[in-house]
């Protein structure tokens, strides 16, 4: 990887996006009102909230008949149960239940907090879920900018994901089309000619944090382009940023 300088520019001005929006075009729209041409093998992250609203991934809290265990563990924590009942239907797998925070394992295989169920910047009775295939919204997306601009992009769906043993949380990938998520150096020799072995950097997941600092979780700037990373340009998967079960220590 070669990329010394990095550009990272905010998409400002899209509008609050409803389901069966053209996302692809309020992004082209924006993007030349700023004066922006989307151009070769720029990067453009896409924050999953807006993903999900366009698709109609969203649930109103007053349609939610909650179970009697998401009652009983919601009134234990005080948390919302219509909240508690949604993370229980979008977990394939709940990897733990404690204080309060539910750990649990998505359909598409991310292990994060509340299945990706999320409450922000949406009205007070709806809450999102993830998209059903972000790495088909991606490509989607992909195919419709590289039409409107004439140019080959790559894109990354993010979401903000916390982290074991450290505190904050961080932008991640978990939508890609047309870039390699990973990047893998084992076999080469690191400055002093030892061969690297265990070595394979997550560029998807560095790029969607990247993205973040421009986009922030307040600023209203849910798309960011970055220019200048010189990246490996292929149908690739989100899934394979997926440690394999028999390979996680953790499980």
């Not at 404690?98 to 949406?122: K, L, M, P, W, Y």
Request: hydrophobic share 45%; net charge neutral.
């Amino acid at each position: 990887m070669t990329a010394c300088e990095l550009h990272i520019i905010g998409v400002t001005g899209l509008p609050e996006i409803a389901a069966g929006d053209d996302l692809p075009s309020l992004i082209a729209t924006a993007a030349r009102r700023m004066n922006l041409q989307i151009a070769d093998r720029d990067v453009i992250v896409i924050a999953q909230k807006i993903v999900s609203k366009a698709e109609g991934r969203v649930v109103r809290l007053n349609d939610v008949q909650p179970s009697r265990f998401a009652r009983e563990w919601a009134e234990a924590h005080d948390k919302d149960a219509r909240m508690i009942e949604v993370v229980l239907r979008e977990s394939k797998r709940i990897v733990r239940m404690d204080r309060g925070v539910i750990i649990s394992e998505t359909r598409h295989g991310f292990v994060c907090a509340n299945a990706g169920v999320d409450q922000s910047n949406v009205a007070d009775d709806i809450v999102t879920l993830l998209p059903v295939d972000a790495d088909e919204s991606a490509r989607g997306i992909q195919a419709a900018l590289e039409r409107e601009f004439n140019s080959r992009v790559a894109v990354i769906i993010s979401d903000t994901f916390g982290r074991p043993w450290r505190e904050g949380i961080t932008n991640v990938a978990i939508g890609v089309a047309g870039i390699a998520p990973l990047v893998d150096y084992r076999g080469k020799l690191d400055s002093h000619g030892r061969p690297l072995r265990v070595t394979v950097i997550a560029v998807a997941d560095e790029l969607a944090a990247a993205a973040e600092l421009v986009m922030q979780k307040t600023a209203g700037v849910p798309v960011a382009i970055i220019r200048g990373f010189d990246y490996h340009a292929r149908k690739s998967s989100s899934r394979e940023l997926i440690r394999p079960a028999q390979n996680d220590l953790f499980r």
